[in-house]
Each structure stands twice: as structure tokens, then as C-alpha cells.
């Protein structure tokens, strides 16, 4: 069962990823002087910021860690591995569910070029994402939750490796922690939603942050086409009043709030 499955994943990502190859829009066609800007300085930035060196070093260090953690996986089951709670090798964290090289400097220029204060992340893993946003926004305060204590404890010793301050992890599921986290954090300049890979609590924590956004905040989900239950809950965000813009770039979706903003979707090659 689980080899069919995976099978019919990966029939749905060829297609999906079909389908989205056919809406790409060129750069040609982006009148929107906002989203040219996000093309130019942030999708389509090839500088090679000194930032990315550190977390490529910490990156190489982890692939060759051959130590076990238990791993618990609270969100969607099979994403990476076939159970939800296992003992898994450190490396294999980094190559299966770790944010790779390419989606990572993405995030980094979102920041940089966006400047938030607050960022929330959904879903911490092993803290490569999370050493993407500190070193484009050292002075930003970053909240980051993780389901799994022994990822939990690994993104820790990361965060201590890299000398990063900004950086609160906590440990614990979303639905029990959010509440907690906002009435501390009420104002969210960005979040992240790179945790549970299912519809019905992708949609649920969108709400839960929609209550806590201003015109200016930035948010980005991940994996919004690893299966039809995310593209229908990417779909559904898209259609949200709030949201002004939406940017579909296949492996993650970003949507901005902007008041002065024309409603539009925005499908891009990346």
C-alpha cells in the first residue's frame, strides 16, 4: 500500500507540475510594478549573498551526522518516511525533509528584501529554514515550532553553532501552541507554514494567523502541490478576501495583503 501510494504521489506531482508549467506567466507580462519588483530582486536575485556559505558549511556537517534521533512526525503522515514515529539518521533528515539550497536562499531574499521584524514558522525540523530567515533578519524575532523534541534539540545545537539570538524554538504541537504564541507575538510580519502538509489544518492555522496579519505581512506555504489536498487548500487561500496577491511559484505559494494591491493570482517559473 504504501509503494502504491507513493506511486500515485508521484503521478500527481508530473501532472501537477504540468499544469503549472502551462500558467507559467513570463516577466514580459508582469505589469504590476510590485510583483516586477519581487521578480527582479527576490525570485529571479542570482547574488550569492555571504550569508549562504554559513549555512551551506552547516548543511555539509549534517549530511555526513550518521547519529539516530526519534523522530515524530505530527503533521502529514508519509512525507518523508513511511511511519510517523521512527529512529532516523541525522543525514537523512537533511537529504529527505530538510529545506534544500535552492527553496532556502529563496526564503533568505523574502526576508531581506521584505525586512520583517516578527516571523512565525510552522514546522522547525532540523533549523536549516530557520538560519535562512535569522541571518537575512538578525535583528528580527523569529518564533519556531516543532512537533518533534529530538529535531527540536538538533535545530538548537544549529542555532548555538551559527550564533544566532533571535531564534525561540518550541516544542510542541501546533494546535496546543499557537494560542500561546500569539498572545506573546500578536503582530506576525511573516510566517511560514512548513509543518503539516494537509488541507484541513493548513487552512485551520491560515485563519488562526489571518487574525493576527496587518497589510504589510508576507506568507508563504510550503508544498503547496505535494498533493490535491494542498493545491485545493493553496486554491482556497488564493480566494480569501484578505488576500491581494497570490504568487504560485510550484514548490510554494506567497501571499501578500496589501491594501493598494489589484486582486490578482500570479503563477511563476522558479
Known amino acids: 500500500m504504501i ?19 502551462f500558467r507559467v506567466q513570463s516577466k514580459y507580462h508582469l505589469h504590476s510594478p510590485f510583483i516586477f519588483d519581487f ?16 549555512v551551506n558549511r552547516l548543511r555539509k556537517e549534517l549530511e555526513t551526522v550518521s547519529r539516530f534521533i526519534k523522530r ?7 512525507k518523508d518516511f513511511p511511519c510517523d514515529q521512527r529512529f532516523v539518521r541525522v543525514k537523512d533528515i537533511v537529504h529527505n525533509s530538510s529545506v534544500n539550497k535552492k527553496k532556502g536562499e529563496l526564503l533568505f531574499r ?24 535569522s ?11 516543532e512537533g518533534c523534541i529530538d529535531s527540536a534539540n538538533v535545530a538548537r545545537e544549529n542555532f548555538e553553532k551559527a550564533g544566532l539570538k533571535n531564534i525561540k524554538v518550541i516544542t510542541g504541537n501546533f494546535d496546543e501552541k499557537l494560542v500561546s504564541v500569539f ?10 507554514f512548513d509543518g503539516n502538509h494537509k488541507k484541513e489544518p493548513t487552512l485551520a492555522y491560515f485563519e488562526q494567523c489571518l487574525q493576527h496579519i496587518h497589510p504589510g505581512s508576507v506568507l508563504i506555504i510550503d508544498d503547496i502541490h505535494w498533493s490535491s489536498g494542498m493545491t485545493e487548500a493553496w486554491k482556497t487561500i488564493c480566494c480569501h478576501p484578505q488576500v491581494k496577491v497570490s504568487i504560485d511559484i510550484y514548490h510554494m505559494g ?3 495583503f496589501k491594501e493598494e494591491l489589484s486582486k490578482e493570482d500570479f503563477t511563476l517559473r522558479f
Open 3 to 21: 509503494i502504491i501510494g507513493l506511486m500515485n504521489r508521484q503521478v500527481e506531482a508530473v501532472v501537477g507540475y504540468l499544469k503549472h508549467s
Open 39 to 54: 521578480y527582479s530582486k527576490v525570485l529571479q536575485n542570482g547574488q550569492e549573498y555571504p550569508q549562504y556559505r554559513v
Open 72 to 78: 515524530k512526525d505530527l503533521g502529514a503522515n508519509c
Open 110 to 133: 523574502l526576508i531581506r528584501n521584505y525586512k520583517p521584524s516578527t516571523i512565525l514558522e510552522l514546522g522547525t525540523s532540523l533549523g536549516i529554514s530557520t538560519i535562512y530567515l
Open 135 to 145: 541571518l537575512a533578519a538578525p535583528d528580527s524575532r523569529i518564533v519556531t515550532i
Open 183 to 192: 498572545s506573546e507575538m500578536p503582530l506576525l510580519d511573516m510566517v511560514f
Open 254 to 256: 506567497i501571499v501578500f
